[in-house]
């Protein structure tokens, strides 16, 4: 469907880059993308990029830049360290979003 349209590529230091969205339905719009490095004969997890927003309420939503294997991460502008490391890519779902990357 429109607007909520997949996609894979690879970047140039060959990491996996998934990205998934929500562009068309409902009022809750956002972007995800996920940055897949292969390490120890396993797909990890290594970064996360998430923004949202909300179409009827412009101080809803927000961004957020995490990179699992430091530890750090940027919630709309601001710093902040998480004490988990890269997730296997088997193991993702909705659920593993870190509570600093949900608004």
């Known amino acids: 469907m429109w607007g909520s349209r997949p996609s894979l590529d690879a970047n140039a230091k060959g990491s996996l880059i998934i ?3 929500n562009d068309a339905i409902g009022r809750d719009r956002w972007h995800e993308t996920l940055t897949v490095v292969y390490r120890s004969h396993e797909f990890l997890v290594a970064g996360l990029t998430y923004e949202s927003h909300d179409n009827l309420d412009p101080k809803a939503g927000g961004s957020c830049d995490l990179n699992f294997l430091s530890a750090r991460g940027v919630r709309n502008d601001k710093p902040f360290e998480i004490k988990s490391g ?18």
């Open 19 to 21: 990205k998934s969205q």
């Open 86 to 103: 890269a997730i296997r890519l088997i193991d993702w779902s909705d659920e593993k979003l870190p509570k600093e990357c949900k608004f």
